[in-house]
Antibody
Framework: QVLLVQSGAEVKRPGSSVRVSCKASGGTFSSSPISWVRQAPGQGLQWMGRIIPIVDKPDYAQIFQGRVTITADKSTTTVYMQLSSLRSDDTGVYYCARQGEWQEFKNWGQGTLVTVSS | QSVLTQPPSVSAAPGQKVTISCAGS????????VSWYQQLPGAAPKVLIYDTYKRPSGIPDRFSGSKSGTSATLGITGLQAGDEAVYYC???????????FGGGTTVTVL
């Protein structure tokens, strides 16, 4: 069974950047897409982008283009999501999720709370 | 404003059935696989349905998925207290070149 373990909570100032990690164990890391999904407080799910480690060419949601960078380190089976120019409305829980054969979000990390506050 | 439209809430008594609709368009539900997710309070979402109607192992057959045209539906029969959660639909949108979700539907067991 695939297990995704994310890095811990972060508190950031507006205008700064945050990097969240997602370490995968079990399963086939390199060939499965791993996406990042954000959930603002009390709100729904918002897809940010994804990467297939073996291809190493990320796709980003239009709304996050230019601010988000997703990278993968095959040697440590870890995927990273960096979000820059943080604003208060970037506060939320950030999830990584491995996608299955039908592109469903099959396995989820535990979530990382990012708080943006001055 | 979500690309996929779900009702904010549905409710029913224990043992009854609920259905949750997910309305989209030809660029998303009309042409691609739909999946459904259950999010219990304080937890990460969990996939209930993928490829529009398939259930992962371990998901009871009380949960079912279907699609007609540009709308999808999640059905839950034999409603239990443990089914109280928020449910999301999701699929790929070819116009946006990105994954889209519904706004979520809160299921309340009366």
């Amino acid at each position: 069974q695939v297990l995704l373990v994310q890095s811990g909570a972060e508190v950031k100032r507006p205008g700064s950047s945050v990097r969240v990690s997602c370490k995968a164990s079990g399963g086939t890391f390199s060939s499965s897409p791993i996406s990042w999904v954000r959930q603002a407080p009390g709100q729904g799910l918002q897809w940010m982008g994804r990467i297939i480690p073996i291809v190493d060419k990320p796709d980003y949601a239009q709304i996050f283009q230019g601010r988000v960078t997703i990278t993968a380190d095959k040697s440590t089976t870890t995927v990273y999501m960096q979000l820059s120019s943080l604003r208060s409305d970037d506060t939320g829980v950030y999830y990584c999720a491995r996608q299955g054969e039908w592109q469903e979000f099959k396995n989820w990390g535990q979530g990382t709370l990012v708080t943006v506050s001055s | 404003q979500s690309v996929l439209t779900q009702p904010p809430s549905v409710s029913a008594a224990p043992g009854q059935k609920v259905t949750i609709s997910c309305a989209g368009s030809g660029s998303n539900i009309g042409r691609d696989y739909v999946s459904w997710y259950q999010q219990l309070p304080g937890a990460a979402p969990k996939v209930l349905i993928y490829d529009t109607y398939k259930r992962p192992s371990g998901i009871p057959d009380r949960f079912s998925g279907s699609k007609s045209g540009t709308s999808a539906t999640l059905g839950i029969t034999g409603l239990q207290a443990g089914d109280e959660a928020v449910y999301y639909c999701g699929t790929w949108d070819s116009s946006l070149s990105g994954w889209v979700f519904g706004g979520g539907t809160t299921v309340t067991v009366l």
